[in-house]
């Protein structure tokens, strides 16, 4: 039975595998308008739950910053209208979701202090989106709960196999899901760098932004067991991005992208 669990994680591997915008292997197996309609779901059901900034000014400044840095999504993920909504939370947080959907909580906007740092935020969410990082996730889940179902039904109710299923599982969130987690972190945020960089919005604020995130965040889980990595390991990847973003930044302020979004 343990070996079918093994076989069934292999067959879906083969089954699901592409590619994301940087080049890394993925497991995708929801079909990408299911992932969508997810997606529209959740968004809905956040704005009934969460009220939402009448402040023009605020929605004025976000709109400006988000429709320029989507307005840089490459041809191949196709043009859609972006639903751009300020929620007021203290959290200092934003969020994409599949099918043209953007939140920012009215707490970034104490945190990113700038439209550059908060380019950096959106771009780094929409990454998410572009690199199909919701079915990706969706997708280990199953297979990983699938497999220790089959585990599970495999140990029956001998208790050194009950042992084994319960180490397993904990190797399963340590080992697989929260690495997992934070490798489409770091994806998202050399994503969004680009993406903020080719819509004119300078690149280097990007690292002063998580250096404004470290300062906020207070005690932090060590990296190995957090969905996040850690901002420093997040600023280095960043500062070895730059080689990549700088050119971009430098490109699009030559062909007259110089954002002015203001607060």
Known sequence: MLRSAFT?????TLAGCSTSPLGRQQLKLMPDA???????????QMKKDTPISNDKKQNTYVSCVAQK?????????????????????DDANAFALP???????TGLLKVAKNQDQLAAVIGHEVGHVLAGHS???????????????IASAAAGTNQNSQQMLQLLGVGAQYGVILPFSRTQESEADLIGLDLMA?????????????????????ATP???LSTHPAPAHRIDNLRAR???????YQQARAQGKQPNCKI
Do not use: D, H
């Not at 993920?77 to 929620?87: P, T």
């Not at 099918?99 to 909580?105: A, C, E, S």
């Open 8 to 12: 069934l994680c292999l067959l879906a």
């Open 34 to 44: 299911e992932v969508q309609q997810m997606g529209l779901q959740s968004f809905n």
């Open 69 to 89: 840095v989507v307005a840089e999504i490459p041809s191949q993920y196709g043009k859609q209208a972006w639903e751009i909504v300020v929620f007021k939370s």
């Open 99 to 105: 099918g043209g959907k953007i939140g920012v909580y």
């Open 135 to 149: 079915n990706e996730r969706l997708s280990t889940q199953y297979v990983t709960q699938a497999g220790l179902s």
């Open 198 to 218: 080719s819509a004119g919005f300078n690149p280097e604020q990007s690292i002063s932004l998580w250096q404004n995130m470290s300062k906020e965040g207070g």
């Open 222 to 224: 060590p990296e190995l």
């Open 242 to 248: 730059l080689g990549v973003a700088t050119p971009l």
